[in-house]
């Protein structure tokens, strides 16, 4: 009898088919990982911004308000004087609102007080208030630098002079919450901002909340509130035109408007900041847009429930916005919002990935 040989192996065809068939079993896989993966992000974002929210009733609780999401800070508090004399409606209503707000969290603050600055690490008298945690001889707009040891030396997009200097919403939301950093910040050495403290709050002495802790020993503090990631902290500012000066050695060791930032952001798990909006006067249901326009730019509204020729209902109407532009990191338009039909009057696809507390969650859920 004849038999049929058996074959050794599969045929070319055989292959190829099976090669397709995993191939297409891992892409589905790779697919239904991602979607995981993505909703851990999206859940992580969730639970930072309901943790920092908790954080931000900590602060009330502390200082008696919640933070506003614009804010002038001047190191000579007898500039805020000449805001309010010889400034535009604008920067005098600035003005005015933080001195309410400084006084209010900080009662018995004389905005110009002298301070203890540190040189040597010997601590001298400076004036003001240094609100950046700088403490090094500096403010003429060389390098090195020698002077009062406050902002040195370029002048910040929207302030008045060297010594001033507008938190915008993303800023404040890391500085509230955190406090005083504390070291040089040089802007001829980019790695500098490793020599930065971590968060250190404020002093629990309100006359002089800027005040260094001691060198030596321990000191209460009034926070830090949360604890920040510190490797999605970000020293160069989002808006580069107000960092600080960057040294130029191929224009002669001049200074130039761009570097390493006086205040740091928070990036998202996206690598987007954090964008902060604060109901103006606390129970107004007022907010302003613009408190992060270099951020989330010129078209975003921060989300509301309802808007007449009377008046727009905002969502969180009497406290605070914190958003996250998701991954797309695009914060879109923001504007009326509805969460029962999320995508029934939004303008703009790309607010659909964007996270807050407003939707606790992605804006439109996946």
Same mark, same amino acid.
């Given at each position: 009898?004849? &038999? ?14 099976? !090669?397709?068939? !995993? ?20 859940? &992580? ?114 302030? !008045? ?10 800023? !404040? ?153 998701? &991954? ?7 504007? &009326? ?30």
């Amino acid at each position: 009898m004849t &038999r049929v040989p058996r074959r050794a192996g599969f045929s070319l065809v055989e292959l190829l088919v099976v !090669i397709a068939i !995993i191939i297409i079993l891992m892409a589905l896989a790779l697919i239904v990982v991602t979607r995981v993966w993505n909703k851990v992000d999206d859940s &992580r974002t969730v639970t930072e911004i309901s943790a920092m929210g908790e954080k931000f009733q900590l602060f009330k609780q502390t200082f008696g308000a919640y933070p506003p999401s614009r804010l002038l800070l001047c190191e000579n508090g007898a500039q805020y004087n000449v805001i309010v004399t010889t400034g535009t409606p604008a920067q005098q209503q600035l003005a005015l609102q933080s001195i309410e707000f400084l006084t209010k969290i900080f009662p018995g603050i004389s905005l110009t007080a002298p301070v203890g600055r540190l040189s040597n690490n010997n601590p001298i008298q400076g004036i003001g208030h240094d609100w950046a945690g700088r403490f090094e001889q500096g403010g003429n707009g060389s390098w090195p630098p020698v002077g009062n040891g406050f902002f040195p030396g370029v002048v910040p997009v929207g302030a !008045i002079n060297v010594t001033n200097y507008i938190l915008e919403g993303e800023e !404040i939301l890391v500085y509230m919450l955190g406090g005083m950093r504390y070291g040089v910040l040089d802007p001829t050495d980019p790695n500098s901002v490793s020599t930065r403290s971590a968060p250190r709050g404020f002093s629990t002495n309100k006359v002089t909340p800027c005040a260094m802790p001691p060198v030596n020993g321990p000191s209460q503090r009034l926070g830090p509130f949360f604890e920040f990631a510190e490797d999605r902290i970000v020293y160069s500012s989002y808006n580069p035109a107000r960092g600080l000066p960057a040294y130029n050695a191929v224009a002669g060791g001049s200074l130039s408007a761009t570097g390493v930032g006086y205040f740091p952001v928070y990036n998202d798990r996206f690598g987007t900041p954090f964008a902060f909006f604060a109901a103006r006067g606390g129970t107004q249901n007022n907010y302003i847009g613009t408190d992060c326009l270099a951020l989330v730019g010129p078209g975003f509204v921060p989300y509301f429930q309802s808007q007449s020729a009377a008046a727009t209902v905002f969502h969180k109407s009497d406290t605070f916005q914190i958003v996250s532009a998701g &991954r797309d990191r695009l914060f879109g338009s923001g504007g &009326r919002f509805d969460p029962t039909n999320p995508e029934q009057f939004l303008t703009n696809s790309a607010d659909y990935d964007n996270v807050s507390n407003v939707s606790n969650g992605t804006i439109v859920p996946k």
